[in-house]
């Protein structure tokens, strides 16, 4: 069978069973639309928030990033994972104790005030919208390589999938979907990652082979020869005090954003959210050890393969043709002497690697049978799927929950706060689709402001309603506007308008932990010179301390 | 904007501002900060602060510093969460207040 008859069939099973999953676990109530009706099990709520995290960047760009930041690559590594102890262990078994809906629910009871609310409303919508059109660029993109669909007909038919489950299901929905999304992602990561270890090292766990072969130092040799620098010396392509806050800004963003959040309160107890995120990480961790090792095999299988080899001899290898017609491989025999040469000046560098090549092509490049290429594809869109689910529901819960049914018409019934959920799942699948076939120019760069924004203003009021009885709602709503403030500045300023790094350097994906520092201090300031909160938030903040009474599975 | 002034909640029978209740406040906090300097140390102090120093030092066939920022600190980070997750089982019985 071809790579594209496989493809078809593994992405049609695959979706079929997305689709009947969310089918078999349809909705009749909004705590099963919102939180899954808190019955979800912590090992199985640890793998949806894998599937939920691990997006289609993770999947497909991440060690392709890796493999070209070297050592530095570790900002993602480290900043991907470090987030979920701080979630682990300061936030999420407190918030499902307070056990509402939503993150802007926590903000606006916690600090008696419906515009800490509101403004905890929009920040989670844009945070998620900027991330929802990546996705589905994603699901286009992956359409477009591997079954020669056009990116927009890919779109069309990712948006009605999620649609789908997520309208029927809602989180129910969602987290069924999500455990399964896991299951083909990591199986898809982890077949190709398999093989070119052993092909290169001889050892077949990638974790191992990176470490106790002598890989890296081939690697290292290799680079070295071409005037490149060392694979493994650390700040060649960031400074350290760079690596040191984009690090801190991705481990609190993570910490921070709300669809990650939202998980730990479909589990069933407050024991069931400390475990569910060491399910979660360990789940993530395992694809987040595999594409270092990744981004150095690949590296050097491609560097070997071609580098100082006649053009005749390249051109015969299979993969090179195909991969230099996506353009993610340019290979042009500049100087005309029959060789091609990769040197560390792009200029005259006769070899050209994107990143994005690193994870697709490593099946190929191995040798690997067209089934393990097509498992890749069906991986991507599970990886890209899980992600925008997970997404939409934020955008839902904030407009039908958190401002809909809490601000303009406390007195909906059940069906009406149902209904209006689901039709804002849909507005929010369409306007998605629409941003993913016209993605804004800036998609990337907004990506830096999301985790931005949510170290600088969730993560610290969040951490304060809980450690500190005495924050008030004047220092948590000044904290926020000095966080977010000085965060938006900075990142609009260097992002859009050639504003010069002048606080100390710091790049846009880094200022989040300077903004969340400023929050912390604000916000301690000014509570100790206004008014203690009234007694019954007092209480309530002592309740969310104490694990017994968090209330299990919803009856309904 | 109106504050949301909601009724209170009803009161727990658990007095949280008893010797006890502040006792297992105060061995979470404990464990919680313990918990935390090992993530600092296997991330921030390993594999930034120290990268240069540690990159002389070899753990197999890689870099010290390497492994901890591309390894370790992830592996690291996993254990943390089961122990606390195992350490707070046991606090919450000794203080009856598990679920």
């Known amino acids: 069978m071809s790579v594209e008859a496989w493809t078809y069939l593994l992405v049609g099973l695959t979706f079929a069973g997305y689709i009947y999953i969310g089918y078999a676990s349809r909705v009749k109530e909004t705590s099963g639309f919102y939180v899954a009706g808190r019955g979800v099990p912590a090992i199985a709520n640890g793998a949806a928030t894998a599937a939920d995290w691990m997006s289609a960047a993770s999947f497909i760009s991440m060690a392709g990033l890796i493999s070209f930041l070297g050592y530095d690559g570790a900002i993602y590594l480290m900043g991907w994972t470090g987030g979920y102890v701080l979630l682990a262990l300061l936030l999420a078994p407190y918030l499902r104790k307070f056990g509402k809906y939503t993150v802007p629910d926590f903000v606006g009871d916690r600090y008696y005030s419906n515009v800490a609310r509101v403004v905890a409303a929009i920040a989670a919508m844009f945070v998620s919208f900027t991330y929802v059109a990546g996705q589905m660029r994603g699901v286009g993109i992956v359409f477009s390589r591997f079954l020669g669909l056009s990116i927009e007909w890919g779109v069309v038919v990712g948006v009605l999938i999620v649609a789908f489950f997520a309208v029927l299901g809602g989180m129910k929905g969602i987290t069924w979907t999500q455990v399964a999304q896991y299951t083909v992602l990591i199986i898809a990561y982890l077949v190709p990652a398999v093989a070119i270890a052993v092909i290169l090292t001889d050892i077949p766990i990638p974790q191992l082979a990176l470490t106790f072969s002598d890989i890296t130092s081939r690697l290292n040799q290799i680079q070295t020869d071409l005037g490149l620098t060392n694979y493994t010396q650390p700040f060649t392509n960031l400074s350290g005090l760079n690596v040191f806050m984009v690090t801190m800004s991705l481990m609190i963003g993570t910490a921070g954003l709300p669809h990650v959040i939202i998980r730990f309160y479909t589990v069933r107890s407050v024991r069931a959210a400390r475990y569910s995120a060491g399910w979660a990480l360990l789940f993530i961790a395992i694809l987040y050890t595999t594409a270092p090792a990744i981004a150095v095999f690949a590296k050097y299988n491609l560097i070997d393969e071609l580098q100082g080899k006649s053009v005749e001899e390249v051109n015969e290898i299979e993969w090179v043709d195909s991969w230099s017609e996506t353009g993610l491989l340019g290979l042009e025999d500049k100087n005309t002497d029959g060789v091609l040469e990769m040197t560390a000046d792009p200029e005259t560098s006769e070899i050209t690697i994107d990143r994005d090549i690193i994870v697709l092509s490593t099946p190929e490049v191995a040798g690997l049978p067209a089934i393990v290429i097509a498992l890749v594809a069906a991986g991507g869109l599970a990886a890209a799927l899980s992600t925008a689910a997970g997404l939409l529901l934020v955008i839902s819960s904030s407009l039908s929950h958190d401002i809909y049914y809490k601000l303009i018409h406390p007195a909906a019934s059940e069906g009406e706060r149902l209904l209006v959920g689901r039709l804002v799942i849909l507005g929010a699948v369409i306007v998605a689709g629409y941003f993913g076939i016209n993605p804004p120019g800036f998609v990337a760069e907004v990506v830096a402001f999301a985790f931005g924004l949510a170290a600088a203003s969730f993560f610290p009021i969040i951490i304060l309603g809980i450690f500190d009885k005495r924050m008030n709602r004047e220092g948590a709503i000044a904290g926020m506007v000095v966080g977010l403030g000085f965060t938006t500045f900075y990142i609009v300023g260097a992002q859009f308008f050639d504003m010069s790094l002048w606080f100390f350097d710091i790049n846009a994906q880094g200022i989040g932990t300077v903004g969340a520092a400023m929050n912390f201090i604000v916000a301690f300031v000014v509570s100790r010179v206004t008014p203690a909160p009234p007694l019954h938030i007092q209480e309530m903040v002592e309740g969310v301390r104490v694990p017994r009474g968090a209330g299990g599975a919803d009856v309904h | ?99």
Not at chain 2, 17 to 35: E, M, Q, V
Not at chain 2, 53 to 69: E, Q, R, T
Not at chain 2, 77 to 89: C, E, G, P, S, T
């Open chain 2, 1 to 99: 904007m109106e504050p949301d002034l909601q009724t209170p909640p009803e009161r727990a029978a658990y007095d949280y501002n008893s010797p006890a209740g502040k006792a297992y406040w105060r061995k979470n906090i404990t464990l919680i900060i313990g918990l935390l300097v090992v993530w600092a140390l296997v991330s921030f102090v390993a594999g930034i602060l120290l990268a240069e120093p540690l990159a002389d030092i070899n753990f197999f066939s890689v870099p010290l510093s390497f492994w901890f920022a591309h390894q370790g600190s992830i592996v690291v980070f996993v254990i943390l969460i089961f122990v606390y997750a195992r350490w707070m089982d046991r606090i919450d019985k000794e203080f009856d207040v598990h679920e």
